[in-house]
């Protein structure tokens, strides 16, 4: 079917209707060929028109010329109850040049589901008029499966909500960036954003959406609660929501659990880029052990065309609890309160052992030998070894973190900052610029530490420090794994800071590969430092820097022995005792360098 100019009028308008359909099935698709070439050939919509709704819904346009070939549309149509037609228009405002047509119109997953003459099976629910057997997971989801409503009686409202009035007991989070927004119909931006709500398939319908248009930038999230729910004990809550994700610029979506009400929980799901002009349906199982909390995030993209949707949410085997959540202390992690000290005689200048009372020197408190019985001197410091497989940063630490006061916590969110990380969290095309294994595990399951930059701009630093190095022996040397991969990778960079006075030890920047990268840096002999890991942000987010496996080896201080050298030991000027074969091998191993002096 091709459009033929049979007029001269200044607007015209083509328009090709279907016969009426009674109804279609929730899963129904409409499909076809189309053809929109010409130097003014003019847009074209796609609109339903529904019995007894006066505003038809645009399902479908084409804008102007889309190239001499045939370009396919496939539009979700969903549970339509009521009697409709679909109408093709064809507009041309003004002189019309080109050639329009349509072709290959197809219906698929339209019909009802079949009666079944029994509905027995485990995780079935018989509908009650039409006698379908459908999943029970497809019970109280606000979708009317059965085709008769009987999957969608009963059913607490509590649990459920299709923001036709309004949010139910869902919240906006006073602590995001912006919220999302109840809307009818398209979004404000083309090419952007559902054209429909999901729930009544038209644009009488309500769903939320988060606007990406300025003065939003990237990143910025909009996060959405749900009410509180009950420890799920041996049952499973299950979730279910359906989202709309189109548009080249569209970000991220997540969802979160948490069980502490001042923490942003812990991620269940999420979705990354554009999905296509669809609602998409989601179900999560959820089980907690306490109170819990689910957050529905949605974050900004790179541009005004990054909209994202949300509609019909419930929730099913889950009770509300009356309750409140939690709170933990937001003090900081350099923040702690002293424990009591046993009885002593130590001096100020002294370390008390935790366990004991007994008093070692302050120089002795972090130099990689514990000095204490129960290695308490050594509890505050950076870990010798560290695969960051327990989520933990082995005492390391971000001082630009650490300065933040509780209030302004809510700001190091679009930090360029180190974080934990691992190849299972990453979303799809992020494995381009950030390790999809780390290198202890050589899995996705593994821990690294990683600068994101999808935070920041150009030229920003990130720092982590260990904490205060008291002393170190003459051979001691840091060994760590990088990864710095990605088209725009900034720099990163081993730093030695010793009270105001920083120096560089070791540096690398640019691109290295895809793989994790050995790299070793000489510390000797050295007193109150701190060891710095610095990464500087490139000039766009395809390029973060990870590390992993950070060894310090042989870093612990030569021991004064209580006794006089053996005949196979040299005598340092120090006193030291050193092995014979160490001599004259361009290794200072006294830390006095009398053990490489020309004179032995």
């Given at each position: 079917m091709?459009?033929?100019k049979?007029?001269s009028?200044?607007s015209?308008?083509a328009?090709?209707?279907?016969?009426?359909?009674?109804q279609?099935?929730?899963?129904?698709?409409?499909?076809?060929?189309y053809?929109?070439?010409?130097?003014s050939?003019?847009?074209a919509?796609?609109?339903?028109?529904?019995?007894?709704?006066?505003?038809?819904?645009?399902?479908?346009?084409?804008?102007?010329?889309?190239?001499?070939q045939?370009?396919?549309a496939v539009?979700?149509?969903?549970?339509l109850?009521?009697?409709?037609?679909?109408?093709l228009?064809?507009?041309s405002?003004g002189?019309?040049d080109?050639?329009?047509?349509?072709d290959?119109?197809?219906?698929?997953?339209c019909?009802?589901p079949?009666?079944?003459?029994?509905?027995?099976s485990p995780?079935?629910?018989?509908c009650?008029?039409t006698k379908a057997?459908?999943?029970?997971?497809?019970?109280c989801?606000?979708?009317?499966?059965c085709g008769?409503?009987?999957?969608?009686?009963n059913?607490?409202?509590d649990?459920?909500?299709?923001f036709e009035?309004g949010?139910c007991?869902?919240?906006?989070?006073v602590?995001?960036d912006l919220?999302?927004?109840?809307i009818?119909?398209?979004?404000?931006?083309?090419?952007?954003?559902?054209?429909?709500?999901?729930t009544?398939?038209t644009a009488r319908?309500?769903y939320?959406y988060?606007e990406?248009?300025e003065?939003?930038?990237?990143q910025?999230?909009?996060?959405?609660?749900?009410?509180?729910?009950?420890?799920?004990?041996?049952?499973?809550?299950i979730?279910?929501?359906?989202y709309?994700?189109?548009g080249?610029?569209?970000y991220?979506?997540?969802?979160?659990q948490?069980?502490?009400?001042?923490?942003?929980?812990?991620?269940?799901?999420?979705?990354?880029?554009?999905?296509?002009?669809?609602?998409i349906r989601?179900t999560?199982?959820?089980?907690?052990?306490?109170?819990?909390?689910i957050?529905?995030?949605?974050?900004?993209?790179?541009?005004?065309?990054g909209d994202?949707?949300l509609?019909?949410?419930?929730f099913?085997?889950?009770?509300?609890?009356?309750?409140?959540?939690?709170?933990?202390?937001?003090?900081?992690?350099?923040t702690?309160?002293p424990?009591?000290?046993?009885?002593?005689?130590?001096t100020e200048?002294d370390?008390?052992?935790?366990?004991?009372?007994?008093?070692?020197q302050?120089i002795q408190?972090?130099?990689f030998?514990?000095?204490?019985?129960?290695?308490?001197?050594?509890?505050?410091?950076?870990?010798?070894?560290?695969?960051?497989?327990?989520?933990?940063?082995?005492?390391?630490?971000?001082?630009?973190?650490?300065?933040?006061?509780?209030?302004d916590?809510i700001?190091?969110?679009?930090m360029f900052?180190?974080?934990?990380?691992?190849?299972?969290n990453?979303?799809?095309?992020q494995e381009k610029h950030?390790p999809?294994?780390?290198h202890?595990?050589?899995?996705?399951?593994g821990?690294?530490l990683?600068?994101d930059?999808?935070?920041?701009?150009f030229?920003?630093t990130a720092?982590i420090?260990t904490?205060?190095?008291?002393l170190t022996?003459?051979?001691c040397?840091?060994i760590f794994?990088?990864?710095?991969?990605?088209?725009?990778?900034?720099?990163?960079?081993?730093?030695?800071?010793?009270?105001?006075e920083?120096?560089?030890l070791?540096?690398?920047?640019g691109?290295?590969g895809p793989?994790?990268n050995?790299?070793?840096v000489f510390?000797?002999?050295r007193s109150?430092f701190?060891?710095?890991?610095?990464?500087?942000?490139?000039v766009?987010?395809?390029g973060?820097?990870a590390?992993?496996?950070?060894?310090?080896?042989?870093?612990?201080?030569?021991?004064?022995?209580?006794?006089?050298?053996?005949?196979e030991?040299?005598?340092?000027?120090?006193?030291?005792?050193i092995p014979k074969?160490?001599?004259?091998d361009f290794?200072?191993?006294?830390?006095d360098n009398?053990?490489?002096?020309?004179?032995?």
């Amino acid at each position: 079917m091709f459009i033929l100019k049979n007029s001269s009028s200044i607007s015209q308008v083509a328009r090709l209707r279907s016969p009426k359909f009674r109804q279609t099935g929730s899963n129904c698709t409409f499909s076809f060929w189309y053809y929109n070439y010409g130097q003014s050939v003019g847009a074209a919509e796609m609109r339903l028109l529904v019995d007894g709704l006066r505003q038809p819904t645009v399902l479908w346009r084409a804008y102007y010329n889309e190239g001499n070939q045939w370009l396919k549309a496939v539009i979700q149509l969903g549970r339509l109850p009521h009697p409709f037609q679909l109408s093709l228009d064809k507009i041309s405002l003004g002189f019309y040049d080109g050639v329009s047509a349509i072709d290959d119109i197809a219906f698929e997953n339209c019909a009802l589901p079949p009666p079944a003459l029994s509905c027995e099976s485990p995780g079935s629910f018989w509908c009650r008029d039409t006698k379908a057997c459908i999943d029970s997971l497809l019970v109280c989801d606000l979708v009317d499966d059965c085709g008769d409503g009987s999957d969608e009686d009963n059913c607490n409202p509590d649990l459920q909500c299709s923001f036709e009035n309004g949010l139910c007991n869902w919240e906006q989070d006073v602590g995001d960036d912006l919220d999302w927004v109840r809307i009818q119909g398209p979004t404000p931006t083309i090419n952007t954003g559902p054209l429909k709500d999901h729930t009544t398939g038209t644009a009488r319908g309500h769903y939320l959406y988060m606007e990406s248009s300025e003065p939003h930038q990237f990143q910025d999230k909009a996060i959405l609660l749900s009410p509180l729910f009950s420890p799920s004990g041996n049952r499973t809550c299950i979730f279910r929501f359906h989202y709309h994700m189109f548009g080249k610029q569209v970000y991220k979506l997540s969802v979160f659990q948490r069980t502490v009400s001042n923490t942003k929980g812990w991620l269940l799901w999420y979705k990354f880029g554009n999905q296509g002009n669809r609602w998409i349906r989601q179900t999560l199982y959820i089980s907690s052990l306490k109170p819990f909390q689910i957050l529905v995030k949605g974050f900004v993209g790179d541009g005004f065309t990054g909209d994202i949707g949300l509609d019909d949410m419930s929730f099913l085997g889950c009770t509300l609890y009356n309750g409140d959540l939690p709170t933990i202390s937001t003090t900081t992690s350099g923040t702690s309160v002293p424990a009591t000290l046993p009885m002593n005689n130590c001096t100020e200048k002294d370390f008390v052992c935790r366990a004991s009372g007994h008093c070692i020197q302050m120089i002795q408190k972090c130099d990689f030998r514990p000095d204490c019985s129960d290695k308490s001197d050594e509890s505050a410091c950076v870990m010798e070894v560290c695969d960051f497989e327990d989520k933990t940063q082995c005492g390391w630490y971000q001082p630009a973190l650490e300065q933040m006061s509780g209030n302004d916590s809510i700001h190091t969110t679009n930090m360029f900052k180190w974080e934990l990380g691992r190849g299972a969290n990453l979303y799809p095309e992020q494995e381009k610029h950030c390790p999809l294994i780390d290198h202890t595990t050589c899995t996705a399951e593994g821990w690294y530490l990683f600068a994101d930059s999808s935070n920041g701009e150009f030229g920003h630093t990130a720092d982590i420090v260990t904490p205060v190095i008291s002393l170190t022996g003459p051979k001691c040397k840091i060994i760590f794994w990088n990864y710095m991969n990605g088209s725009t990778i900034g720099s990163l960079e081993v730093l030695c800071k010793t009270g105001n006075e920083t120096t560089k030890l070791w540096t690398q920047s640019g691109n290295q590969g895809p793989q994790w990268n050995r790299a070793e840096v000489f510390l000797g002999i050295r007193s109150e430092f701190q060891v710095v890991f610095r990464a500087k942000r490139g000039v766009s987010y395809m390029g973060d820097v990870a590390v992993d496996d950070i060894t310090f080896e042989d870093c612990s201080p030569l021991l004064i022995p209580g006794r006089p050298c053996t005949s196979e030991e040299f005598t340092c000027a120090n006193k030291y005792c050193i092995p014979k074969n160490n001599l004259c091998d361009f290794v200072n191993d006294c830390g006095d360098n009398s053990d490489e002096n020309p004179t032995i």
